[in-house]
């Protein structure tokens, strides 16, 4: 059965800290390491630049809040206090948003964990990423097996709502080794789990290390196998998959999640931050300086640190309409599609994709199935670029398009959005 959600996805405030303690070999997003942060200096930038998104996009109401990094955890609780209070001051905040702040499960930020609650945090997402010292050692993480525990004990007793993260398909990690992991984790988790395949990004130092022969992670065969053991395991407990790299309780998924992959709408505050916002021209990709300091000089100068605001065409619209709602096990609607990329999707593809079991359609909604999530890529490009099974164009409504036309775009979506989910892209590149 296909669920159907309300057209209206809510409007969100994604803010991105950009610094941590250290850079993990495996990590493209945006992060810096720094000896010291002006942090009042900071949440003074924070501040101003949520004033100038908010003159753009007055009169919301804001549904949920995302603290994204880097590691937003080493923000003072201060810091924190001071933008939750100028988000509250432009835009109303709706009595049960939900408040994220990503953290790491170590001894000293899980020291900090009542305060963070104290101001106005209600929901924690915890890089944990392994359950053993070994392997956490080799991810370059900073917290022991322990530790991560011990922070997701404390979270428990302090949050009503929380959340960890795990990577798999982990150099020489088995199934059963997996498996085993993976039932543990679930022990200490409520609601929710991200689960997250380990994939080897150009310009990090496992690219280095992989490019060069010396770091072997499991062929696709066998991140094949783990991916599926992945959705055994959390189904046999209780936390199905929502979204391809997301598994929650019925009722606990992350809606600041479901924002995104809903098509909602977000305003993206802080170094490198993306946003999508519907103005009265349309909707626009606006995008933020990556590098800390030139976004401080830059805000401080001219009150905001954006570096890119475009009108989105309908053909992009629908693009990212495909790319973010079809990661989503209740799918989309295809007349939603319609409205915001001006064409329908071509009809035979549709049908040779349902017949092939690699999506299910309920009257105007479609969603990829089990058997499809593994390819979900390749599912996306073929809807997007109107090609046939076999490569050769169909013609139709997206004559002219080609699934590279689509690959292209598909880069810079998941650009934008990498850093502003509770990670992002799955195991099909991963997510």
């Known amino acids: 059965m296909i669920d159907h959600p309300t057209r209206d996805a809510g409007f969100g405030v994604y803010v991105h800290w950009p610094f941590c303690l250290a850079k993990c070999p495996y990590c493209d997003f945006n992060s810096h390491v720094r000896g010291g942060v002006d942090q009042a200096r900071f949440a003074r930038s924070y501040a101003r630049e949520i004033g100038h998104v908010a003159a753009l996009v007055p009169d919301r109401t804001v549904t949920s809040i995302f603290f994204g990094g880097g590691t937003p955890s080493l923000m003072q609780p201060e810091t924190l206090r001071a933008i939750l209070a100028a988000i509250r001051k432009h835009w109303a905040i709706a009595p049960d948003a939900e408040i994220t702040l990503e953290a790491n499960p170590t001894s000293v930020e899980a020291g900090r964990f009542r305060e963070f609650h104290a101001a106005g945090i209600n929901r924690l997402s915890l890089g944990v990423q392994a359950m053993n010292d070994a392997d956490l050692q080799k991810l370059g993480r900073m917290h022991t097996a322990s530790e991560a525990l011990a922070a997701v004990t404390t979270a428990a007793s302090i949050f009503s709502r929380y959340s960890f993260d795990l990577i798999y398909a982990r150099p020489g990690q088995t199934v059963a080794a997996w498996k085993a992991e993976l039932g543990e984790a679930i022990a200490y988790a409520a609601e929710h789990l991200s689960l997250y395949q380990l994939t080897i990004e150009e310009g990090t130092r496992f690219h280095t290390l992989h490019r060069t022969g010396r770091l072997t992670v499991p062929d696709d065969d066998a991140a094949r196998t783990l991916y599926d053991a992945t959705q055994e395991v959390c189904d046999a407990h209780g936390l199905p998959r929502y979204e391809i790299s997301n598994h929650a309780r019925s009722g606990a998924e992350s809606r600041h999640n479901l924002l995104y992959w809903r098509y909602g709408e977000y305003a993206g505050i802080g170094p490198g931050a993306h946003g999508r916002l ?119 409504d997206n004559t002219g398009r080609t699934a590279a036309d689509f690959h292209h775009r598909q880069g810079a979506i998941v650009g934008a959005i990498g850093t502003e989910t509770e990670h992002a892209v799955g195991p099909c590149k991963p997510g």
């Open 278 to 396: 519907v103005v009265p021209q349309g909707r626009v990709a606006s995008a933020a300086e990556k590098r800390p300091e030139a976004w401080l000089d830059r805000v401080e100068k001219t009150g905001s640190g954006q570096t890119m605001d475009e009108p989105l065409t309908p053909a992009e619209q629908g693009d990212e309409f495909l790319l973010m709602g079809l990661r989503l096990c209740e799918g989309i609607d295809i007349e939603r599609h319609v409205a915001l990329a001006g064409h329908r999707l071509d009809g035979a593809m549709i049908d040779d994709l349902v017949r092939e079991g690699l999506i299910a359609r309920q009257g105007t909604r479609i969603a990829v199935t089990r058997q499809g999530f593994p390819i979900l890529n390749a599912i996306i490009a073929a809807l997007a670029s109107s090609l046939s099974a076999d490569g050769l164009r169909r013609g139709g």
